[in-house]
């Protein structure tokens, strides 16, 4: 493919000169226009989209310095190779000042020729990578507002399933709980509430991440505060005897850690109100969640109750125990039992993501 031609315009009152410059541009590759003034040079400029101009200084009517003003004021003007006559250099500085792209001295030589065809080529060629470089620029805005735009509508889609979610969990928690009231004995009450618990668990984080602005983290203290909530509506009156104490540090974890370190302090909470305390023994069940030592947080549930009585069978298929254990391994967690404790001290060390508790 072959290069364009680029266009330039000599500004010279010396015509015989400038029939010298045109053919050994145009031998070169360019379109050259010649004009004698420096006011019809303005005006082809105005009209034309010139690749370079070159400007004599010393021109009748109107010097050189003052055209190269006027090209400067243009919406995207050429560069200007000025060309003077005189040997001093407080013309060519004058001429850099002004604008002009570079400048060489008019002299009869062997040497002019090629000076001035390297010093409107490397013009060209500077003005060439400025508009590369701010096309560059230009495009890498556009792809980044794009970006932003589809970012916010992601933002936004993202926002309205989880408000979705959350209603649709709400709803069949709404059923279960209908359920629960017309359960036909205790332990299908029981069963149907700790479904409604574990359903409460995520349905929590869904509205939590519907109200905040973060889509990746929520506050894990507000969060477990909500839980709790949750689990005394749930529960109903199994925790009328049962005081649920929750304190829980601010710290921000991602949506799936949060949903995992929900179920096991539910599974937890649930188990506490099953078999701590006998019927008619008021006392508290309490979650404690903080951030310790080396990234690892340390998550408690403990009760002042009986304790685990070896001469009892527990309750239940044990699904609490699985549910906890397949959260913990997800968490990749080390859940212990505070033996010396007098009730039941749960013990739940989770370390920073990608990392495993020892």
Do not use: W
């Amino acid at each position: 493919m072959s290069e364009p031609i680029r266009r330039l315009l000599n500004i010279d009152d010396d015509e015989g000169l400038g029939r010298v410059v045109k053919k050994e541009f145009e031998r070169h590759g360019f379109k050259v226009d010649i004009v004698l003034t420096g006011e019809a040079g303005l005006v082809l400029a105005r009209e034309t989209d010139y690749d370079a101009v070159i400007l004599d200084h010393h021109m009748p009517g109107q010097d050189g310095l003052d055209v190269l003003v006027e090209i400067g004021k243009l919406p995207d003007p050429p560069p200007v190779v000025y060309v003077t006559g005189e040997a001093e250099g407080r013309v060519a500085v004058a001429a850099l000042k002004a604008g002009a792209a570079d400048y060489v001295i008019k002299e009869a030589s062997a040497n002019f020729l090629p000076l001035l065809r390297a010093a409107v080529t490397s013009a060209i060629e500077q003005r060439e990578g400025r508009h590369a470089r701010a096309k560059a620029e230009a495009d890498l805005r556009a792809s980044r507002d794009r970006f932003e735009n589809l970012a916010a509508e992601r933002e936004v889609l993202i926002h309205e399933i989880n408000h979705r979610i959350g209603n649709s969990l709400q709803l069949v928690s709404a059923f279960l709980r209908l359920q629960v009231s017309n359960a036909p004995n205790e332990d299908a009450k029981t069963a149907l509430a700790n479904a409604m618990a574990r359903i409460g668990a995520i349905g929590s984080v869904h509205r939590q991440l519907y109200a905040g602005g973060d889509l990746r983290t929520i506050d894990l203290g507000r969060y477990l505060d909500n839980l709790a909530d949750d689990l005394r509506r749930a529960i109903g009156p199994a925790t009328a005897s049962v005081e649920l104490i929750v304190k829980a540090q601010s710290l921000p974890v991602s949506t799936d850690r949060a949903v995992s370190i929900g179920m096991v302090v539910t599974e937890l909470v649930l188990n506490a109100v099953k078999y701590a305390y006998p019927p008619g023994v008021t006392g508290a069940v309490r979650v404690f969640c903080r951030q310790g030592d080396g990234d690892v947080l340390e998550l408690v549930v403990e009760d002042d109750g009986q304790g685990i009585q070896p001469n009892i069978p527990p309750k239940g298929g044990g699904l609490g125990s699985r549910i906890v254990d397949m959260m913990a391994a997800k968490l990749q967690a080390a859940v212990t039992r505070d033996e010396g404790y007098a009730g039941v001290r749960t013990v739940v060390k989770i370390p920073a993501p990608g990392r495993e508790a020892t």
